[in-house]
């Protein structure tokens, strides 16, 4: 086949990161693929030039920019793709737009942000240009389940596809130290949503309570935008003000995710909203046990003394209780749950299995 991909750039987001996993899988299964982006970031860049795969940039000049609509317009007529798929709601309404008059039979939108993050001016059109759309993926069973509910005469197009992990990119093995460390790992942009400092107050309660001093590690890019930086100074004074700074490490967006993991004993994931949770996949697919936020699909990804443990994102006082309950674990049963986790990443969130059902759809 062969399939034309769009999304706003190649950024280090977790749905950038989606669509480059898709992008090397359809290639690495023979399929002929183009990335359109309309954002000049790429930090994924170097994994699209491995796998050779045509990347079409054209950088949009505002908010909505019709140079870059008539130029994936042009790439559209010109590339006669098999299907055309895009990922997030602004990247969908560019290939909408520049697919009128063109079959839309051919149109494919993914769904990659939960309810709260998506603005209002797209609740109101969503309804109107998704009828140019053969089918409307959504990567969670909650996004799916609402979207139904709220366009019941589209509700025929809507599908699932979780999001893909390349299991062979994380090591389950981890590194020898010390029994009495607790490393834990953050990995979001530094942000309200992605909370933060509900794991910042945890360690707070656990420093008062225990002699327990975890280490955290936070992955993820800070930015002087949308408030972020001032949410990442404001981290950095709640951690001053506890005295924990020797316990915590910001190191901004990179692009060797996995190899932190042979040395994270507990993945922490306290987010307000997901579209579909990366972060905790890909800590499943290393083995690593997590505690997430009892939120949107976490719940059935993760199982309470199972792969980890879930808590309420507004109580720090339950994730340090977890926290806890993790330490008091034997070395056996700590190696048991990240066993389990990375059955479940083979099972469900393999790459292999996201791509095989977007070749499926694809071909439908």
């Not at 002087?224 to 910001?250: F, S, T």
């Amino acid at each position: 086949m062969k399939v034309l991909l769009v999304v706003d750039h190649l950024g280090p987001g977790g749905s950038q990161r989606q669509i480059v996993n898709l992008a090397t899988g359809l290639a690495d299964a023979g399929h002929d693929v183009s990335i359109f982006t309309y954002h000049p970031d790429d930090h994924y860049g170097h994994v699209i030039q491995q796998r050779k795969i045509r990347l079409v940039n054209v950088v949009k000049k505002g908010k909505l920019d019709f140079g870059a609509i008539l130029a994936l317009r042009k790439l559209i007529k010109e590339g006669d793709f098999d299907v055309h798929c895009s990922y997030l709601f602004a990247p969908s309404t560019y290939l909408l737009l520049a697919s009128l008059f063109e079959d839309s039979s051919k149109n494919i939108v993914s769904e990659r942000a939960s309810e709260t993050i998506v603005p209002t001016w797209y609740k109101y059109v969503r309804k109107l240009l998704y009828r140019r759309a053969r089918a409307i993926v959504a990567n969670s069973q909650h996004q799916s389940e609402f979207l139904k509910a709220k366009y019941r005469s589209l509700s025929d197009r809507f599908c699932v596809i979780f999001n893909g992990v390349k299991l062979s990119d994380f090591d389950v093995v981890k590194n020898e130290r010390s029994v009495e460390s607790l490393n834990l790992l953050g990995v979001g942009k530094v942000s309200k949503t992605k909370n933060p400092v509900a794991l910042i107050e945890a360690l707070h309660i656990l420093k008062q309570e225990s002699d327990l001093k975890p280490r955290v590690t936070w992955l993820g890019q800070f930015e002087d935008r949308g408030g972020q930086r001032e949410y990442y100074e404001r981290c950095n004074v709640i951690l001053a003000d506890y005295g924990l700074e020797d316990q915590w490490v910001w190191k901004g967006a990179v692009k060797d995710v996995p190899s932190y993991y042979p040395d994270i004993d507990l993945m922490v994931h306290a987010s307000y909203a997901e579209g579909f949770p990366n972060a905790i996949c890909e800590a499943l697919a290393s083995g690593t046990p997590v505690v997430a936020s009892r939120v949107y699909d976490h719940p059935s990804i993760v199982g309470e003394d199972v792969q980890g443990y879930l808590f309420d994102p507004d109580d720090p006082a339950e994730l340090a209780t977890k926290i806890r309950r993790f330490v008091s674990l034997s070395s056996t049963e700590r190696a048991d749950m990240g066993r389990r986790a990375r059955k479940t990443a083979e099972e469900r969130f393999s790459n292999e299995v996201m791509v095989k059902k977007f070749i499926e759809l694809f071909r439908g």
